[in-house]
């Protein structure tokens, strides 16, 4: 067998896992191949250097830190959800009062009145999702505040 049948069975070795005849063939191997040794030694150092971690409580004001922020990225994206489903309604509401005409003509087909709805729900999410995006854009883009136009 070479050693790319032997590599996977290394962590099964250091963690016991295999049979009798599993573990003395991988150690015959492992005294005759000086590459899987070493990676067994390897393997073997790290094991004992993650057992000898310990896990640290982080401090109260960490966690505080911690839960404050998480806080204010849901408040902010929850705030900026209803911002825009709120500017969408009302400009929604107010681009058709603009077209109230036309669409309350009995004159004009029922195509043209679905597609001066759609022109104008289409407009507004538009400018509501690009209005969005300039002012996400403007607090990160470092050139803005350079460029004097």
């Known amino acids: 067998m070479s050693c790319d049948d032997f590599r996977p069975l290394i962590t099964g070795y ?4 295999l049979s009798a005849e599993q573990r003395a ?3 015959e191997h492992v005294r005759a191949c ?3 040794g070493q990676e067994l030694a390897e393997l073997r150092k790290l094991k004992e250097e ?3 971690m310990k896990f ?28 825009s489903v709120g500017a ?18 009995p004159g004009v087909t029922v195509l043209l009145k679905v597609g001066v709805v759609a022109l104008v729900f289409g407009t507004v999410i538009l400018f509501v999702s690009l209005l969005r ?4 854009v403007s607090k990160v883009d470092k050139y803005a505040r350079e460029v004097k136009r």
Do not use: H
């Open 14 to 17: 250091l963690d016991g896992e």
């Open 25 to 27: 063939r991988f150690e």
């Open 34 to 36: 000086e590459q899987c």
């Open 50 to 52: 993650l057992t000898m």
């Open 56 to 83: 640290e409580e982080p401090s109260d004001a960490e966690l505080e830190r911690y839960w404050q922020s998480v806080y204010n990225r849901l408040e902010r994206g929850i705030g900026w959800v209803l911002f």
């Open 88 to 105: 969408i309604i009302v400009l929604c509401y107010g681009g058709f009062k603009l077209v109230e005409e036309v669409v309350r003509d």
């Open 133 to 136: 995006e300039r002012l996400a």
